[in-house]
């Protein structure tokens, strides 16, 4: 077998790990930058060269043969083994370098992660960000991330995560829809609010709150909330709070700023809202047996400058409302 042969061999067997990964050939190409068609095509050919099946294919989903799972199984160990050896080989440089494959929430990366980037790449010259901004949980390794920045109460499983900044979350309406509709003296009186549920999946959203004074201290309540409005991004919700169409939850770093900061009152100001956003803001990547300096550089300047950007923009808040 020549180089070149060797080299195709390898290479389509790198893509039927990822298409193991993905399960989905739109997915995998735009991983590897190939299109769909190729993708398929050397595929097959691979199919062609052993002699035997190695993919299911159908309009709903993809999936191995047994023979294409063991293949896949068998080479994505190699190839992680690769892929360390030349991370630790490119830390071994003065400088970090390389690609960084970024995902975060869409409110949180507009509003502060998008200009702690501008300065960190202007310190490393050397290092290479691609930033997909998402309010979905994506898999990281299935499609290629290198880290995700997540609101969260912890970490899933197999996966490392560096703890950022801490969070809160806030229960606020409009100086205009309060006095229309009068203030919420309990959580139970949110059953006959308009509310502006954040749109998430699993039916009907609920709220949970914990007194934190008063004759009703330590209490916790669930209130089923509902609303005409709902949303799964914090800005628009924002939106909505400032138009007076509801109560709703903000974390705060989707809290408004300048003239908007004195719109919004606080509800409910003796209970806290538990475990909705999540009360810490992380990094998380799964496990493995070396992280990247590149990854880790931009891990280390962003838990050195986000606490202090973060608090800055709650200062700021503070300042208007009062």
């Not at 901004?133 to 990281?140: C, G, W």
């Not at 009907?204 to 209490?219: D, N, S, V, Y």
């Not at 989707?254 to 009360?279: H, I, K, M, N, Y």
């Not at 990547?285 to 300096?293: D, G, K, M, N, T």
């Amino acid at each position: 077998m020549s180089m070149d042969e060797l080299a195709d061999e390898v290479a389509d067997i790198f893509l039927l790990t990822v298409l193991a990964q993905t399960r989905s050939f739109t997915q995998a190409a735009r991983r590897l930058g190939l299109s769909k068609a190729s993708v398929s095509g050397r595929i097959g050919a691979l199919e062609r060269r052993v002699g035997t099946p190695l993919v299911r294919r159908s309009t709903r989903a993809v999936s191995l043969t047994q023979a294409g799972q063991a293949l896949a199984d068998g080479a994505a160990t190699g190839f992680a083994a690769v892929q360390d050896s030349l991370s630790r080989v490119r830390d071994l440089a003065d400088q970090p370098r390389g690609l960084v494959k970024l995902t975060a929430p869409v409110a949180f990366g507009r509003q502060h992660l998008a200009p702690l980037l501008t300065r960190f790449l202007m310190e490393h010259p050397d290092i290479n960000i691609e930033l997909d901004l998402s309010d979905r949980f994506v898999n990281l390794e299935s499609e290629g991330f290198d880290l995700a920045i997540r609101h969260a109460g912890e970490a899933p499983p197999a996966y490392v995560a560096w703890p950022l900044a801490r969070t809160a979350t806030h229960l606020l309406a409009s100086s205009r829809y309060l006095g229309r509709h009068g203030t919420p003296a309990q959580p139970e009186d949110l059953l006959t609010h308009a509310c502006l549920p954040y749109l998430r999946s699993g039916g009907a959203a609920t709220w949970t709150f914990q007194c934190e004074r008063g004759p009703r201290k330590g209490e916790r309540v669930n209130v089923p909330v509902r609303g005409r409005f709902k949303a799964n991004n914090s800005e628009v919700l924002r939106g909505a709070l400032l138009g007076g169409l509801g109560i709703g939850l903000l974390p705060d770093f989707s809290l408004p700023t300048g003239r908007d900061a004195r719109t919004l009152r606080p509800v409910l100001p003796d209970w806290s809202v538990q475990g909705f956003f999540g009360e810490t803001i992380h990094a998380m990547r799964p496990w493995s047996a070396s992280v990247p300096q590149a990854v880790r550089s931009l891990v280390d300047f962003l838990r050195e400058q986000l606490p202090v950007q973060l608090e800055d923009g709650r200062s700021d808040t503070r300042q208007q409302q009062n």
